[in-house]
Nanobody, 124 residues
Framework: VQLVESGGGLVQTGQSLRLSCVPS????????IGWFRQAPGKEREGVSC????????YYEDFVKGRFTTSTDSAKTTVFLQMNSLKPEDTAVYYC??????????????????WGKGTQVTVSS
């Protein structure tokens, strides 16, 4: 499965962006989909995760209340809605997928499939 992220861009502090993650030739039925990010000079870190089996979600503390991950009803796209963006949110954002809807943990090695990333830049 190839994953394609889109929706990144340049915004100002306080604005919003919505990222999308689409699998090629498949759907996300009963998968765990994670969002990760990597800022310049820093290690990649987990942001959020959603189980398409039951819709359960998980967020790291630094995005709680600002970011929301969801899926469309057909489970063909996973979204990351990012509100109240801050300069420290600047990073390349990646989606990652695992064909196991019970395994929604933000551990990189758990995920089998990765997208190439989309750049998010937040100016102050």
């Amino acid at each position: 499965v190839q994953l394609v992220e889109s929706g990144g861009g340049l915004v100002q502090t306080g604005q919003s962006l919505r990222l999308s993650c689409v699998p090629s030739g498949s759907s996300f039925d009963d998968w765990a989909i994670g969002w990760f990010r990597q800022a310049p000079g820093k290690e990649r870190e987990g942001v959020s995760c959603i189980s398409t089996r039951d819709g359960s979600t998980y967020y790291e503390d630094f995005v709680k209340g600002r970011f929301t991950t969801s899926t469309d009803s057909a489970k063909t796209t996973v979204f990351l809605q990012m509100n109240s963006l801050k300069p420290e949110d600047t990073a390349v954002y990646y989606c990652a997928a695992l064909p196991d809807g019970t395994a929604c943990e933000l551990i990189e090695n758990v995920f089998d499939h990765w997208g190439k990333g989309t750049q998010v830049t937040v100016s102050s």
